[in-house]
């Protein structure tokens, strides 16, 4: 139930019971309670500010809002993560998955409820550098190389970089971010027979942003029976 105050009401903010008489006879007692209006206004430019691997500062702006404060929400589970200031219209969202796909909902509030809901686009946090490369079944013309995710979420993309002289002039792609591999290990061939190869891994994020490059390792092909 919505009761309209007057204007010049002097009422102080608070719960209250209210009964409505007749011929003497009163209702049973509803609890009301007194307060501001509920925002009216949504927030808007609801965006990522910085991106990590594991967190998001999120910003927005309500320059109209008549609020006490902003509340902000997982929009993929509904789940309430924080409470803003109004006079710091931003969060910083911590513990998240690398890699990973995140979005929220900002709802200005006042004491008697919440105002309208504002949401944001898709963003996705950094993935990690992965780690612990290492090379298997070496063969004369191939060789198995794979890796730990370090944390990455589903759909990370993975690349890999080859070269003879550790990276110096001689850098090679032999699994580029373009073939979308999201598995920690893959076939490396034809390689040349009985030479030194250096491999190194990177991912990408769902938004094509690159890591940094995992520690290297090396092998020597076989030689020829």
């Keep these: 139930m919505t009761v309209q105050l007057p204007s010049n009401s002097s009422l102080p903010y608070g719960w209250y019971h209210l009964r409505v008489s007749a011929n003497g006879q009163y209702s049973d007692s509803v609890l009301l309670q007194a307060g501001p209006p509920k925002p009216t206004v949504a927030a808007t ?53 690398p890699s990973s796909l995140q979005k929220v909902r900002i709802n200005p509030f006042t004491l008697s409820g919440d105002g309208p809901l504002a949401y944001s686009d898709a963003f996705y946090t950094l993935a990690n550098a992965p780690s612990a490369p290492q090379v298997s079944s070496v063969a004369a013309n ?41 598995q920690n290990s893959v076939t490396i061939s034809p390689l040349a027979e009985d030479t030194i190869f250096y491999f190194r891994v990177r991912a990408f994020n769902l938004d094509n942003k690159p890591s940094g490059f995992s520690v290297t390792v090396s092998t020597r092909t076989r030689s020829p029976l």
């Design 45 to 97: 430019a609801v965006s990522a500010a910085m991106i990590a691997t594991s967190s998001i500062t999120w910003t927005w702006t309500c320059p109209s809002c008549a609020a006490d404060g902003y509340k902000v929400y997982s929009a993929a589970t509904g789940i309430w993560v924080a409470t803003a200031r109004l006079a710091s219209p931003s969060f910083t969202h911590s513990g998240l998955t």
């Design 142 to 182: 191939s060789l198995i190389l794979s890796w730990n995710n370090n944390g990455n979420g589903s759909g990370t993309i993975y690349e890999i970089s080859q070269s003879t002289d550790n990276f110096v002039n001689n850098i090679t792609t032999p699994v580029p971010s373009s073939y979308a591999m999201t």
